[in-house]
């Protein structure tokens, strides 16, 4: 069993920055995928970015250029640098965890744990 928590939500405007984090305990990420999706009301959950075993990353066109998953050090924490936010981002974000091969990265139903979620709001 894996327990994931994400940290590093906010109210932020537009431009702005902000840094996730999703640290792990059970387990180390070591031998899983970690992605993080997000969630806006009245939405489904979407692919936002995704890191592999051997930390190949892959991202949602919307995100790409501004958005940087990275894997720590210490295997337990993995974080989303968001950068250059615009409102559209605003949702409930969520890391998760599974071992899928890469054409599932983006099906939220390939992983097996998740946290509770952190809200990220962007508006002036």
């Known amino acids: 069993q894996v327990q994931l928590v994400e940290s590093g939500g906010g109210l932020v405007q537009p431009g702005d920055s902000l840094r996730l984090s999703c640290t792990a305990s059970?387990?180390?990420?070591?031998?899983?995928?970690v992605g993080w999706f997000r969630q806006a009301p009245g939405k489904e959950r979407e692919f936002v970015a995704a890191?592999?075993?051997?930390?190949?990353?892959y991202y949602a066109d919307s995100v790409k250029g501004r958005f940087t998953i990275s894997r720590g050090n210490i295997k337990t924490t993995v974080w989303l640098q968001m950068d250059t936010l615009k409102p559209e981002d605003t949702a409930v974000y969520y890391c998760?965890?599974?071992?899928?091969?890469?054409?599932?990265?983006?099906?939220?139903?390939?992983?097996?744990?998740w946290g509770q979620g952190t809200q990220v709001t962007v508006s002036s």
């Open positions: 890191s592999m075993r051997r930390s190949q990353t």
């Open positions: 998760g965890v599974g071992r899928m091969v890469l054409s599932s990265i983006r099906d939220s139903n390939m992983y097996y744990y």
């Open positions: 059970g387990s180390t990420f070591s031998d899983y995928v």
